[in-house]
């Protein structure tokens, strides 16, 4: 072979061995690089990456509480450090840094021992207890959001076993704290009270129930009318308006509690106490709760709203909730909320020309009661009749009190004077619509939430009228 084509050869085996040069791919392999988010995964499990530091001894009070950094996993032992004896072993105390944003707290807690995490503010005030776990499974709390620069203390107790006296390990655990930004329409703890109520500042907010006991309260202040915007030194409600409210709960049963503050101030300054209007739970194995037409009165300043989970079917904390209210103008011919309590809050019905019809809008277990005033000893006969929408709303119609006057054998009662009444006047069995009561004094009539069905998207109607009867 020549020396010329050796050159060529060697010349061609240098360019095909160029580092350069990208190697060819198969198709079928997918991509040869592949790019990890090691942050995002930290954070989704902060020690599952990180190297443990030491607990730093004495830190078994608020005054010697040893800093928890973000992203760092802490290993500490629950044994008394001057001694490897067995038993309920000494709190830890560590503290959470105030940052000058807004942040959402992950903490893991795990090890042998039967933990339980505390949280403490910053003036010692408890702000929930995490003990939900067996031994050996750890604890952790999900979804915690405090203010910017508030620090927060997290107390670690637990049993470990006897043998602990002669293996350390058993009284060992890890603890981590990871953080990323509050959203902005976030609850801020502690939020456990009328006091420390989360300003509402638009028409959403969200949040986490971290415990099984956690209650968040939010507070929204009212315009002078609905529509208009309000201000810190509103004087509230010039005329009366309604609440709507939808709630969504993945993995929780929500409930709602809703209170509402008068304006103004009494005669040695201090404010009227908010006054609880309504206290309502979703159906079970519902994760929503929805409200229309709850009453605000004329006069009304603030209104609060708390949220709170009455079962879970995951972990506290693991999703967020979504809050939404809006405030707006009273329905035309609508039921005027409360009226739950027969008789006491019933509606009053006006008959005009004979007949009378309102519209009105449940939520599980909700009831709606009216009043139509006696009739002066002139007997009348009534036709009452639930006109239903359909779709998820359900509801039945009984008679709660009327000198009943039975001949029809249609649904009818009496009452005797001491709330109590005789056969034909317990009514329906929960699935009537319609009702006939020929009466000379009151009727109450009762719409009732049916199978915990809601009427929210469209309104139930009852409408009544009457025919001369003959005289009792």
Not at 91 to 112: K, N, V, Y
Request: hydrophobic share 35%.
């Amino acid at each position: 072979m020549s020396r010329r084509s050796l050159l060529l050869i060697a010349v061609f085996g240098l360019w095909a061995c160029n580092p350069r040069k990208p190697l060819p791919v198969s198709k079928d392999l997918g991509p040869s690089v592949q790019v990890i988010d090691v942050a995002a995964k930290q954070l989704a499990n902060p020690t599952s990456q990180l190297a443990p530091l030491a607990e730093t001894e004495p830190n078994d009070d608020r005054e010697h509480a040893q800093r928890l950094d973000p992203q760092k996993v802490l290993r500490g032992s629950l044994l008394a450090p001057t001694s490897q004896g067995a038993g309920r072993g000494d709190d830890d105390f560590f503290i959470w840094p105030a940052l000058p944003t807004a942040q959402t707290l992950r903490i893991d807690a795990s090890g042998a021992p039967d933990l339980s995490l505390e949280l403490f503010s910053e003036s010692g005030e408890s702000l929930g207890t995490i003990d939900e776990r067996k031994l050996g499974e750890g604890e952790r709390l999900w979804g915690l959001t405090l203010r910017p620069g508030q620090p927060l203390y997290v107390r670690v107790r637990g049993r470990v076993k006897p043998e602990a006296a002669h293996e350390p390990t058993l009284g060992a655990y890890q603890l981590s704290v990871s953080s990323l930004p509050a959203a902005p329409d976030s609850e801020f703890e502690p939020n456990d009270s009328l006091a420390q109520a989360t300003p509402m500042l638009g028409s959403d907010a969200s949040g986490t129930l971290s415990t099984r006991r956690d209650e968040d309260f939010f507070v929204i202040q009212l315009p002078t009318a609905p529509g208009r915007k309000a201000t810190p030194d509103s004087e509230g409600l010039r005329q009366s308006a309604i609440l709507r409210l939808t709630l969504s709960t993945p993995s929780v049963q929500p409930a709602v509690r809703i209170l509402v503050e008068p304006a103004g101030s009494g005669s040695d300054g201090s404010t009227q106490a908010p006054k609880l209007v309504l206290d309502v739970q979703a159906s079970k194995g519902k994760e929503e709760l929805q409200l229309r037409n709850v009453t605000l009165p004329a006069g009304s300043a603030r209104v609060f709203v708390a949220v709170r989970g009455q079962s879970f079917a995951k972990a506290p904390g693991e999703a967020r909730y979504h809050l939404r209210t809006l405030v707006e103008a009273p329905l035309e011919d609508a039921e005027a909320e409360p009226n739950d309590a027969c008789p006491a809050q019933a509606n009053a019905l006006t008959l005009s020309s004979g007949t009378a019809e309102i519209a009105g809008f449940l939520w599980p277990q909700d009831v709606d009661c009216y009043r139509i005033g006696a009739t002066d000893g002139q007997t009348l006969t009534y036709q009452a009749k639930l006109q239903l929408p359909g779709g998820d709303c359900t509801a039945s119609l009984d008679v709660v009190r009327s000198e009943a006057k039975p001949s029809d054998g249609k649904a009818k009662g009496k009452d005797d004077g001491r709330g109590k009444k005789d056969e034909a006047a317990k009514g329906s069995d929960g699935k009537q619509t319609e009702q006939t009561i020929t009466t000379s004094g009151e009727v109450v009539l009762k719409v009732s939430s049916r199978d915990r069905r809601t009427c929210f998207d469209a309104p139930y109607r009852l409408i009544v009228s009457t025919s001369d009867g003959d005289k009792q």
